[in-house]
């Protein structure tokens, strides 16, 4: 079974602070990779995904995420945060065969101060 | 274009009692997946449809959640005699393509159960 892992529950920045969640996945299989984002009252937005190719992908925003194959590791991070970007960040995977549903981790709260 | 649209927003509702949550998914959108996200936790996933049929119902956690899709549009997530540990937001996501494939889910706004 798949398993996504997210270390940090509750980071704090200030603004213009570098941001890097952690995402680590188990999974034997060929995966793709996602980082959505919920901004306080709305919904799961996409912020990046990672199909195949070159395994540093840029997002919305100014967000970036570098796939690590041998880690098994899906990072986000992006270089000067905004208050704006005050969100949970999930981090998800699917296998590329079967229901192609989600697996998510526990979500990271971040919090950014003017 | 619209997303996916889910409603009620909110449901309050009593242990025992009987819910249908419904989602309508993006036009053309043939995949369609319900998730149940608990507080402090991420999405999980409970079934996906693929056209009419539950392709995978392995995520409904007892044989008193159902769903359906008649016509491969819109669905209707069922829970039988709720229960307070039913209590959660329940997302519908919508996707373009078939299993097995580089796809995106794009998801509703989220349905909040909650049972007193």
């Known amino acids: 079974a798949q398993s996504v892992s997210q270390h940090n529950h509750h980071v704090i920045l200030s603004e213009a602070a570098s941001l890097e969640l952690g995402c680590n996945y188990s999974?034997?299989?060929?995966?793709?990779l996602f980082w959505y984002v919920q901004y306080p009252g709305q919904h799961l937005q996409l912020l990046l995904k990672?199909?195949?190719?070159?395994?540093l992908v840029k997002g919305i925003k100014g967000f970036e995420a570098e796939f690590i194959k041998s880690k098994f590791s899906f990072n986000l991070r992006k270089p000067s945060v905004q208050w704006s970007d005050t969100a949970e960040y999930f981090c998800?995977?699917?296998?590329?065969?079967?229901?192609?549903?989600?697996?998510f981790g526990t979500g990271t709260r971040l919090t950014v101060i003017p | 274009g619209a997303g996916v649209s889910q409603t009620p927003s909110n449901k309050v509702t009593e242990k025992g009692k009987y819910v249908e949550l419904r989602c309508d998914p993006i036009?053309?959108?043939?995949?369609l997946y319900w998730y149940r996200q608990s507080l402090g936790q991420g999405p999980e996933f409970l079934i996906y449809?693929?056209?009419?049929?539950?392709?995978?119902d392995s995520g409904l956690p007892n044989d008193r959640f159902f769903a359906v899709r008649p016509e491969g549009s819109v669905s209707t997530l069922k829970i039988q005699r709720t229960e307070r540990g039913d209590s959660a937001v329940y997302l519908c996501?919508?996707?373009?393509?078939?299993?097995?494939?580089?796809?995106?889910?794009?998801f509703g706004p989220g349905t909040r159960l909650t049972v007193l």
């Open positions: 449809f693929q056209g009419t049929g539950a392709a995978d």
């Open positions: 990672y199909f195949s190719g070159d395994p």
């Open positions: 998800a995977v699917n296998a590329r065969t079967g229901a192609n549903n989600l697996f």
């Open positions: 999974y034997g299989g060929t995966v793709n």
């Open positions: 036009s053309g959108h043939t995949a």
């Open positions: 996501a919508s996707s373009l393509r078939p299993s097995g494939d580089t796809d995106t889910q794009y």
